[in-house]
């Protein structure tokens, strides 16, 4: 199969990355687009409050946090004013719209797939996957028992991480996140051991 040049792959990633950063008002990432889809459906009132305070004026946001934080601390408090030059993330992390976030998830895997078929290299990837995963971990319905606990694991980490591939490898790290750095870090270095442990005993 013949993939696009790497630089080509990088370019194409960081367009889409600053075209959300910087009209969209938001970073790229994948699993929590899932997550606020869960949480939305999960709980329609919260979507709804969300909605709600996206449309609020920053300064009266910023005047009640400062209210909140005078009370608790009981000492006076001057609340900040927005400016929008600066970047606030009151500004940048704006609610985004369902629809949208389903739309972001659905256009992904029709983007791959319309790729997938116009150039003829869908066949050989699902040939090649279905081979992989008989070679590795059978056919039978342990190996799907196994492929369900995998992405428990996947699930997991990533919600304890605070992100995936795309939040933290390409969106955390090339705003260079201190925390993204480390788990982009360990979520590579761990699928390098895996590879190379499960080569070892193929």
Not at 135 to 162: E, K, P
Not at 184 to 189: H, Q, V
Request: glycine fraction near 14%; aromatic fraction near 8%; charged fraction near 15%.
């Amino acid at each position: 199969m013949d993939y696009l040049p790497f630089w080509l792959g990088g370019i194409a990633l960081a367009g889409v990355a600053l075209w959300m950063w910087i009209l969209e008002g938001r970073t790229l990432g994948v699993t929590g687009q899932v997550t606020r889809i869960v949480d939305a459906f999960a709980d329609p009132d919260g979507e709804a409050e969300a909605v709600e305070f996206s449309k609020r004026d920053p300064n009266d946001v910023l005047a009640a946090l400062a209210a909140a934080t005078a009370a608790e601390l009981g000492v006076d408090l001057d609340a900040p004013k927005h400016d929008d030059s600066a970047g606030s993330r009151l500004d940048m992390q704006r609610h985004v719209p369902l629809p949208s976030r389903i739309l972001f998830l659905l256009f992904i895997v029709l983007g791959s797939l319309t790729g997938g078929l116009l150039d003829g290299s869908f066949e050989g990837v699902r040939t090649s996957l279905a081979e992989g995963h008989a070679a590795f971990i059978g056919t039978g319905w342990q190996s799907w028992l196994l492929l369900l606990g995998g992405g428990v694991a996947v699930g997991f980490g990533t919600r304890m991480s605070g992100g995936c591939t795309s939040g933290h490898g390409l969106s955390g790290c090339s705003r260079i996140v201190p925390r993204s750095i480390v788990a982009t870090m360990t979520f590579l270095g761990t699928a390098v051991l895996f590879t190379l442990v499960t080569k070892a005993l193929m």
